[in-house]
């Protein structure tokens, strides 16, 4: 499979800021990856490289072949960055037609994308009287116009709803499905929803993970947790026999691997009467992303310094 | 050269759209016409031709308030659209750098071409039939102030974009472009000045101050349009004392703001693609 994004041990260092550390990273056609990190991780920072605005103090990449930034290159990737604040006296639907003339693309793209993104109706308003989540989606129309190979997209969907968000990944499945490859940076593994092929992780600018998010999920091996609810008179006897934590007073928190699951319950159904509810949860996408970015552990939140 | 035009014309649409354009003219027309009432009474002296006189004062007019224009339009034009994150999606399109600025220059250029137009052509008009009609070439003169002041606002558009693409924020882009009109149309008349002031031995007034004077793309702009219209008959100013010992003259004056205005598109450049948005 030839690669669009080819980066090989890019690093980046703004003076004393090591940016980015050794990544490696690729993108496939019709591959959809997310880019994961906290504040600082590298996120822009990467897209900014792949996008020839600056060049890595080492490392190499290329973008199908082409030198980031070059001709060749710009005339395949489309770009959304962070924050963009459209000019407010034009029309969504001149903003749209700006880029693609620019991208030379055919004007007939502008109607598409606007549909796409859910605008037509507020085509032919000025983006002044635009929410928040409608300027999101005219970056994204822009971004999709001229059905670019590469689509980076940084931040999509902060500003959007839980609907529009949903949306938004048919969209980028869309593109991806006819071929076009997907690099969309976010700040947690719940935005996602599980919904791209690859998940890379950056933290303080390295790449912790690169995998299929399934592979990540049996990676992190984290525990499921299990809770038993009983009558008040009994809880302390159903203490006694599961062990675990008690809380609220009438239930057992108990925390097991993967493969002690059956066990577990079977234990629990053994008590009889004396369990009201079981109810277990698995890992959630926020605590597997913590795993690999490990707040807490050496990145304390600084506020609590 | 597609996206020249496309950038030029989503320009020109921001100028209608916000104004920018009706303002300047009506601040073009207004003074222009205050000239043109205070032009028309009666003088007394011998009888120069009216329109004559309004050119004659609408060109010191320009040349203060033509590079305002133009360095308020153009002091945005990058620093802006770096503040506002939309550089970043230009410059990520296949369209050039070079052709991304020359797309605003033109753009900008006829944003300003127009408002001069409506302003000076108004009132040009005004006064040709205020003072009932009359020597139609006087027409002609208020055509050549136009089309100069143009150029002159263009070698100001040009200079606001080094100002606009050499830092990052717009406020301080402001301020270097106020700080440059500041220099060029009124610090730098005093100097001259001083200097012929100063200079005792007439070195500086004969040698020096000439070309110091036609180097400045207003003053420039001031001489030719004097020399033009028979600076004698309408009482000189700065330039007219210096008349014939000046290093350019007649139309070769307006070389100056040309190469200006060629040199700061040309240094504009430079710094824009040396930008990392
Ligand atoms: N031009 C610059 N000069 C100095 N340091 C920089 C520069 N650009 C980025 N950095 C630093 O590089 C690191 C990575 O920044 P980057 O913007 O890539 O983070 P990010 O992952 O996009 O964060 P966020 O989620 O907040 O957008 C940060 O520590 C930042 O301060
Ligand atoms: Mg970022």
Redesign the pocket.
């Known amino acids: 499979m030839s690669e669009i994004v080819k980066a090989r041990n890019v690093s980046m260092k703004?003076?004393a800021?090591d940016?980015l550390t050794d990544v490696s990273l690729d993108v496939a056609p019709g591959e959809q990856v997310a880019l994961l990190?906290h504040?600082?991780?590298?996120?822009?920072?990467l897209f900014r490289i792949l996008l020839g605005f600056i060049r890595p103090t080492a490392g190499s990449i290329s973008i199908a072949g082409f030198t980031p930034g070059s001709d060749g290159a710009r005339r395949i990737v489309s770009y959304l960055p962070?924050q963009v604040a459209f000019p407010k006296m034009l029309t969504g639907r001149e903003v749209v037609r700006f880029y693609a003339r620019l991208k030379g693309a055919p004007l007939d793209d502008v109607q598409a994308v606007l549909a796409k993104v859910d605008l037509v109706d507020a085509a032919d308003r000025r983006v002044e009287t635009y929410s928040k989540g409608m300027r999101q989606r005219l970056g994204l129309a822009q971004a999709l116009v001229g059905r670019p190979a590469l689509l980076l997209l940084d931040e999509p969907t902060s500003g959007l709803d839980p609907l529009s968000r949903q949306h938004f990944y048919e969209l980028i499945a869309e593109v991806a499905r006819q071929g076009g490859a997907v690099l969309l940076s976010s700040?947690g593994l719940s935005e996602l929803e599980a919904k791209t092929d690859r998940v890379a992780i950056l933290r303080k600018g390295q790449l912790v993970a690169d995998a299929p998010l399934s592979d990540l999920q049996r990676e992190a091996n984290l525990p499921i947790r299990i809770r038993v609810r009983a009558a008040s008179s009994e809880i302390d006897s159903v203490h006694a026999e599961m062990g675990g934590a008690r809380i609220n007073g009438a239930s057992v928190e108990l925390f097991c691997e993967l493969g002690d699951k059956m066990r577990i319950l079977s234990r629990i159904s053994g008590l009889g009467a004396k369990v009201e509810d079981v109810d277990v949860s698995p890992p959630t996408l926020d605590q597997i992303y913590r795993h690999f970015s490990k707040v807490g552990d050496d990145e304390t939140p600084r506020g609590m310094l | 050269m597609h996206g020249v035009l496309t950038i030029a014309a989503t320009e020109i649409r921001i100028g209608l759209r916000n104004r920018w354009i009706i303002l300047s003219s009506l601040i073009l027309l207004a003074f222009a016409l205050i000239l043109v009432l205070l032009g028309s009474a009666p003088g007394g002296e011998v009888k120069t031709d009216a329109v004559t006189v309004v050119v004659a004062s609408l060109s010191t007019l320009s040349v203060y308030l033509v590079p305002l224009i133009a360095l308020l339009l153009a002091f945005d034009a990058i620093a802006g659209e770096i503040d506002r994150g939309t550089l970043q999606l230009v410059l990520a399109s296949p369209v050039s750098r070079g052709a991304v600025l020359v797309g605003k220059f033109l753009g900008h250029v006829t944003v300003l071409g127009i408002a001069v137009s409506f302003g000076y052509g108004i009132a040009g008009l005004v006064a040709f039939f205020a003072t009932g009609g009359g020597d139609l070439s006087a027409l002609v003169g208020v055509g050549r102030l136009i089309v100069t002041s143009i150029i002159l606002g263009a070698t100001f558009i040009a200079i606001g974009y080094i100002a606009s693409a050499s830092v990052r924020q717009t406020g301080t882009a402001a301020a270097l472009a106020i700080a440059i009109w500041l220099f060029a149309v009124v610090l730098y008349d005093l100097a001259l000045l001083g200097g012929l002031l100063a200079s005792q031995d007439g070195v500086f007034a004969r040698d020096i101050f000439p070309w110091l004077l036609v180097l400045n793309p207003a003053d420039a702009f001031r001489l030719y349009n004097m020399s033009a219209i028979d600076a004698a008959a309408v009482g000189s100013n700065l330039g007219g004392g210096a008349g014939a010992a000046l290093p350019l003259s007649g139309l070769a004056t307006m070389l100056s703001p040309i190469a200006w205005a060629i040199l700061a598109l040309g240094l504009s450049t430079l710094i824009l693609k040396r930008i990392r948005p």
Request: charged share 20%; no cysteine.
């Open positions: 703004f003076k800021v940016a990190g504040n600082g991780a590298g996120k822009t920072t962070e700040h």
